[in-house]
């Protein structure tokens, strides 16, 4: 069985930054890609909020700027996914795409989190071009443009309202004949003049030859009065969750109700001595890059202190 002094999970924001300062400090990291290459931003086509980019980066060359730098210090990058992990004891045993094995003295997991969806075929056709799951990271493109965000709840609330200072006009699709947001939320969106709530509204579709112009909408399905019709519009958010990539690790550390990774105070301890959590596994509030890459910095320099007073 390999042995592994520093093992990072994960190939975002958070697990790419963990692998330059593990690297930098000599700790010989070995990093698993995991389900998705680079993470979420693989999937954005440019980002402009991320420091050091004046003039915005493609999410992929943002991703690639990341690894080559942490190979650049030594990482030990490698394709794989956890499958299977024993923390009970020391070191800690994990397994690789079902059939390798691996044990290592520190172990961080930055295996993020991925945004619910519809389902529908066409979230899939016009991502990157009119449909994103973080109003933050995108609504900057749809600037005095009109966008519709899914669902009903505080994400959504806090969406809509962000996107109605930018936007011209901000439709919600609520599925329900209400919305599960908190009263201050609602009462702000309600007061809100350019949001419109479409209640008891399902979004079925989208339609556009150059990205998404517009979306097809049921009002009331499968009631008598059931009725189906376009709206246009230039963006499409999704605001129904996110579900944190925690399953393998929920035997032995804990979650909150929602999945994501209990960390200890200020710290990306978890309850399992040795294993650090960073990024939005962990992160059900802000789910930026930039709180990624910091909580991936101090999850490795906690692991290198936690090596050092360990032997």
């Not at 190939?11 to 680079?38: D, E, H, K």
């Not at 915005?56 to 490698?78: C, K, P, S, W, Y």
């Not at 991925?114 to 109003?135: I, N, P, T």
């Amino acid at each position: 069985m390999e042995h592994i002094r520093l093992l990072i999970i994960g190939s975002g924001p958070a697990g790419f930054t963990a692998a330059i300062y593990a690297a930098r400090a000599n700790l010989s990291p070995v990093l698993y890609c995991g389900m998705q290459s680079g993470g979420q931003l693989t999937q954005t086509t440019e980002v402009e909020n991320f420091p050091g980019y004046p003039q915005g980066v493609d999410g992929n060359q943002m991703m690639m700027d990341l690894r080559q730098q942490a190979e650049r210090f030594g990482t030990d990058i490698r394709d794989g996914i956890v499958t299977a992990c024993d923390f009970s004891g020391k070191p800690h045993r994990l397994t690789i795409d079902g059939e390798v094995e691996v044990e290592a003295d520190a172990v961080i997991i930055a295996t993020g989190a991925s945004a619910k969806y519809l389902g529908l075929a066409d979230e899939e056709k016009y991502r990157g071009q009119g449909v994103s799951a973080c109003a933050t990271c995108d609504g900057f493109f749809y600037r005095r443009r009109t966008v519709a965000v899914v669902g009903g709840g505080d994400t959504a609330c806090e969406d809509a309202l962000y996107l109605s200072g930018l936007a011209k006009k901000v439709y919600m699709v609520v599925r329900k004949p209400f919305l599960r947001a908190s009263k201050v939320m609602q009462d702000r969106v309600m007061g809100a003049e350019n949001i419109e709530i479409l209640f008891e509204h399902n979004a079925t579709g989208l339609y556009g030859d150059n990205g998404v112009e517009g979306m097809h909408v049921v009002k009331r399905k499968g009631e008598a009065d059931e009725t189906h019709y376009d709206v246009p519009v230039d963006g499409f958010f999704l605001a129904i969750g996110h579900k944190p990539n925690s399953d393998v690790f929920k035997p032995w550390l804990d979650t909150d109700e929602m999945g994501y990774i209990v960390t200890r105070g200020n710290s990306q301890q978890t309850n399992v001595p040795g294993v650090f959590a960073a990024g939005d596994v962990c992160d059900p509030v802000y789910r930026q890059a930039i709180v990624a890459a910091g909580t991936g910095c101090k999850a490795a320099l906690e692991a290198e202190r936690f090596l050092m007073t360990s032997k």
